[in-house]
């Protein structure tokens, strides 16, 4: 029986920001500065996908889409360096609301540049979720923090280029523009790193973050586009609004504000509807479309 790609990429993108929303409380848990964290993750990410990619055909594969794998890494160098720089100048619960905003860029750059149209329900979601993450930025401690607020803005916008990117050439090797991006970021934040002045336990987690974590839930985010519209896959990235704000108040202490918990509430429940909703019109297309091959 032929696989639902829309169930393929949902389980993707759903199982790639669950790790992802980890992010944000390893980068305290490794109680270094920002460059240095920037640097070894990304140095990391590097050695254990750059080894992949000798598997296969994928330095052919990348040698066929030289510029549009430049510029996905160059969008995920940049994408890694701004997040890590967000955490560390402001919360998490601002870092990971603000990265709420990546479905509008994604949505706005896919129309501009891919002229694809954006289903109704999914701007209807869209906007939901925005209203969710105004709730958010209503509580305590949004003010005062607008260089990291900058920073993940800036993230947001180049998650949603990338995703935009990868969905117009979904034959770029997600494992080898992952690498050349942890490459990048490495060498941006060398000169102002200490990557050797750090303690036994930073290594140990910026380990779990470059070798793990960070590898694995770009690969399947990354990889999700091939079967959703990148304005879907950016979506899934309201996940990590909750989920990260979750983790570092449960491990850390670092408690959110009741609007905080309201406006994620908001955004998980409507990210849950939406997903039900582009399944069940999926499985719909799938079977007319088993019907019309017999």
Known sequence: MQANPYRQ????????????????????????????????????????????????????TLRSNMSASFFSALLLGLISTLFVLAVMNTNVANVVVILSSAPLFAALLSRVFLHEKV??????????????????????????????????????????GNLTLLRRYPSIDPVAVIAGGGLLSAAIALPMASPLALGAQSYGVLA????????????????????????????????????????????LG???????????????????????RGLHLEKQRFRLQGFADI
Do not use: K
């Open 9 to 60: 990429g949902l389980l993707m993108v759903i199982l790639g920001v669950v790790v992802l929303s980890f992010d944000g409380l390893l980068i305290r848990l490794a109680h270094a500065d920002g460059w240095s964290i920037v640097f070894w993750r990304g140095f990391l990410m590097f050695c254990v996908l750059g080894a992949l990619c000798g598997v296969g055909n994928r330095l052919a």
């Open 119 to 160: 289903p109704l329900r999914t701007l209807g979601a869209i906007a939901v979720c925005m209203l969710g993450m105004g709730l958010v930025f209503m509580g305590d401690g949004a003010q005062g923090m607008l260089v990291g607020n900058l920073y993940a803005l800036g993230a947001a916008a180049a998650i949603g």
């Open 208 to 251: 779990l973050m470059g070798l793990v974590q960070m590898p694995l839930a770009t690969v399947l985010i990354n990889s999700a586009t091939r079967y959703l519209p990148s304005t879907e896959v950016a979506l899934f990235y309201l996940v990590e609004t909750a989920l990260g704000t979750l983790w570092v108040w449960w491990m």
């Open 254 to 276: 670092e408690t959110p504000t009741t609007s905080t918990l309201l406006g994620g509430a908001v955004i998980i429940a409507v990210l849950v509807l939406h997903a039900l």
